[in-house]
């Protein structure tokens, strides 16, 4: 899936990873610790984080996870859930399924199950004014309804008043997708690391983890107009150095960078004490150009985030956006100096951290400002904005009402959409006792009515009674009876 | 065994001495959060913890346990009781285990891991002769021990707790600040934790020592809890690279008189650590052993000078660090040397002796307060006093297969004994012990009860603390 595809329209994409990615079973703990502290109390197994390379233990690795509100945790199978009465558990060590009360229960996590979705030219992200989202193949839309045809859950027809914007995902081909080992990487002992604190990247499960001061870097042949995206996680202070268009995978001290190997030049960010980003231009017998830092004292609450970097060497500009919502855009006054195509990653001192899921696309190099206005506002794949009323949408066309009279247009020009602002349902969101979370990130929120391994049935108030499979979702949180927020998991 | 069958004990009356809670307490010139009012934290109230060897946890009860019919598990999120068989369950711990009041002379720790606090009565080439809490006159094989500890002289368990919270007080009190889990003090942000102990003699203060994060931890010792602005007391500053001892004493209107730092034992990096504390008063040292490694032993010069009773702990720095204690142990002894904390794989018997010196040899026998030590054609006798720990030769006989209802039982105040589980039921626990056969206890006399006593438990690397110019790019 090309998630977040672009950074226009923080309106279009705020919120769409909600949840920040999806859950895996070895950082239940963390997640429990969360749920523990809400309660004022702490976790006497916090220490057991498990990011910092601990092997998961081998009985959790592919089991569903159950997480009460008291913070206890148990691996095992979902067997079913009817919320008026019980969810049924299945235990390695327990002769019989259990049974428990539906109102003890926070959350449950899924092992990750590939998605067989298929990507095509209709392939599509909608995102809907209650905050939820989903993905599936475009079908149609007019006045009233949006059509969209899923995997999971088939044909699911949409209010529009439900709608808040729709993005096309139009193919494009991952010019690298996923961590697949530490093959190709080139790790080295950083220079800078006092004996005894410098380390290695490990690799597991479709990630790198570092504890000490490591560095790891990889021709990834970045294009000139680039979507490079990655997750990172961390315990402690964030002190992550992404080096951008090097050509050099050896780190460079920046203190001794004029003693250092020659290396072209680069462009580091640097994300600095949980709070700090930090984007220099890197160049050898040159100073160091900081070109503008952002403080995001949020960041110090977080120990996840996606991080997604759009590049137009043309332009000789790069956004950073954090879990979808745009943090900065910086533009280089001296021209685009990244004289590589590698990524490095360099973890110093001060945690222990994660990264994962990192993709490189191309992009099309669209810089969009976010949608103003109480009416629809679509965006074309050449960047065009074209404010209006949209009267229908098909597999050929679109038909806007604008302020100079009806166009069409061709519906392989349409890059998204953003829907006229709506109230969101909150009497809708205030009945739903559930909420789930797709594995490609994005979730649902209804009324469970029930859950069985093959189908479960949901009511939502923006496509009414559906059936869904479950194999969709990776958690599924039970929301709290008294509507309080349940603690955001950390997972 | 001869002589052991079903031993049965009822510990009817098990108190501690002397834990008096303490009043409002102020913090001292050394201390960088703000005084407030000292609140009294309540006993852990979520029962019971069921631990699986995959991370699971379930809190509840137990209510009765066999090998036929598995462990029968009461949680208050399931609509009926559970049973459970044995494979992958990791512990229990039990919140109310009575607490428990003990004045050994020794320790002993076996071949297979378990560990009793008692009396050595006697020994000979076989077989030998101990007193402890569930019965007075124990024989065993001597080939199932591996080391006898002489304790000091008056050694007395004060304190063995995590059990629950009772007793102890926090001051600057907020969200993040001490809390008690599951027999675990934590605490992320700055505030203090205390109890008073009314030390009055030599002491050995032991916790376990977990963090996950830089972090400053202070521990004064001999703290005056009703005037800690103006008691003097010694403070070990912790953090994950080094210990610090430094004497405060407000009265004197002088600094603090600092005896330096030394580097924490710690090379394996781990993130959780077995910290003892020797106070030997006779002597004027303090002494820290990091996973029974000498840190550093200082000595006062002026003599053992701290003067309170008490023990607070202080998490330092707005850092985020969670810091954990567990495990708090607290005993007394007098005399001028300590307990040993150590001991040796050797394959002869081997005595350490009052003045740390060591001899090697074959233990004859221990009779009428003397040990007997064959040294060649030599026979030497050696007072019992003199004797600090006796390590015996390792057996070279492997170890016998665990089944999977072998459990070790861990107990308040220190000991632990493994046993195959007959029967938990609310009156009694049953079961038979390789060493000592038949054995009997009320539930209420077990802490913790493990499982699968071969599976490793995860320990966790350390977070590098170390902040340095000139970071990689």
New interface residues.
Partial sequence: MNKGHCTFGRRIIARVRSGGGPPHSRT??AIRQSF??AK??????????SA???T?????TN?DALL?R?G?????ELLAIDPQS?VRWK??????A????PE??AQIDFPLVKSPGVLSTNACRILLASGDSLEGEFLSCDRQTLAVQTWYAGRLNIARTSLQSLVFLRPSPAIFDGIRGLEGWTQVT???A?PG?SGQWTYRNGAFYA???S?IARDLHLPDMADIQFDVAW???L?L?V?LYTDSLQ??????KEQAPDFGGFY?F?F?SSILIDM?A?KKMEPLRSLGQSILPSL?KKERIHVDFHVSKAQHKISLSLDDVLVKEWVDPQGFIGEGTAMRF?Q?????IKLSNLRITRWDGIFQEPATGPGDVCWLENGERIPGTIESINAEQMAVRTSNGPITIPYNQLKAVNFAAVKPNTVASQTANARATFAEGGGLTFILDSWRPNEMVVRSADFGKVRINPAAFTRLQFLSPDKKPVPEPKG | MKGNAALFLVLSCLVLPGLAGVRAQQPGPLFFVQPAANVPMAASV?GDLLE????????GELKGMDPAT?LHWE??????P????????DSIRFTHAAAVSLAPTAQLRFVNGDDLLGSVTSLDDDRLGFSTWFAPALTFPRASVQTITFLSSNYIVLYDGSGDARGWNIGNRN??SW?F????F???SPGTLGREFKLSGSSTIEFDL????SFQLLVSIYADMDHLDSGSSYILDFTPKEVNLRLVDPTRQTPPKNYGSAPLPNPAGK??VHVTIQSNKAEGTVAVFVDNVLAKRWKDENGFTANGGGILFQQDWMT?A?V?L?HIKVSQWQGRYEPETTFVATNVDVLRFINHDQAGGKIAAIKDGKLSLAMGETLLQIPLPRVTQINFAASPAPAPPRGPWEVRARFPGGGSLSFQLQKWSDKEVSGRSAIFGSLAFQPGQIRQLEFNLDHAR?A??????????????
């Fill in positions: 239940l703990r523990v502290n004022g109390l702490v976790l006497a197994a916090l220490l057991a984080f910092a390379g601990q998961a233990p081998s009985s959790s089991a009460f008291d206890d945790l148990l691996y095992g019980s235990h390695p060590d327990a002769a019989q259990i049974e428990f009360k003890s229960v950083s220079a800078a006092l604190e504890g000490k001061t560095s315990k402690g202070v002190n150095a080096a780190p460079v001290p920046l203190n001794l580091s640097s600095q220099r890197i110090s360099v110093n001192p001060g945690s222990i | 979520e699986f060897v995959d991370g699971s946890l379930l809190h598995g949680n208050p999120s399931a609509r009926n559970i049973d459970f068989g044995p494979a992958h369950i969200p993040e809390s889990h599951d027999g675990t934590s605490s992320s977990g963090w996950n994060d993130n959780k985020g969670t954990q567990s995860i966790t690397p350390a977070v590098i603390n170390r902040e340095f110019e000139g970071l990689d790019e």
